[in-house]
């Protein structure tokens, strides 16, 4: 049967954008930012922004903004083999980025680097770039 979402949350009016997505993360298991340990990140992919959720002894489920205004799309996340949560961004380069402790979201990877096949985990090396800085909750 149908089950209810644990959390909904209301859109801007009007739309900054015709249409919206939101795109499930994961549950934050990495070292780098302990205030997350736990919790879900999920976010918007037209809006821009990135938000954890967490259930309370209430039972009750709340959503904490984490960054707004990001200057790209995010497509996807995904956790690595070190727990710290990336994130695809569907823009131009299509980077993967990674939350970082500064309260950036990090290049983690130079998109430019040539893919090894069969041998993913050296298919890129770590760029040594700028950070993205969306505005912080």
């Excluded at 015709?18 to 992919?45: M, N, Q, S, W």
């Excluded at 039972?59 to 990336?86: K, Q, T, V």
């Amino acid at each position: 049967g149908y089950v209810s979402p644990v959390y909904v949350y209301s859109r801007p009016q009007p739309f900054r954008y015709a249409t919206t997505a939101i795109i499930g993360g994961g549950v934050y298991r990495g070292t780098e930012l302990p205030a997350l340990e736990g919790k879900f990140l999920f976010a918007d992919f037209t809006h821009g922004w990135i938000r954890t959720l967490e259930r309370h002894e209430s039972g009750e489920w709340r959503a904490h903004g984490l960054f707004h205004d990001l200057p790209f799309f995010i497509s996807a996340f995904g956790a690595g083999a070190d727990g710290e949560m990336y994130l695809l961004a569907y823009r131009d380069d299509g980077g993967v980025y990674r939350l970082g402790s500064s309260g950036a979201v990090a290049p983690a990877v130079d998109q430019r680097a040539p893919v090894t096949p069969g041998r993913r985990s050296q298919g890129g090396r770590v760029r040594g770039g700028r950070a993205v800085r969306g505005r912080p909750a």
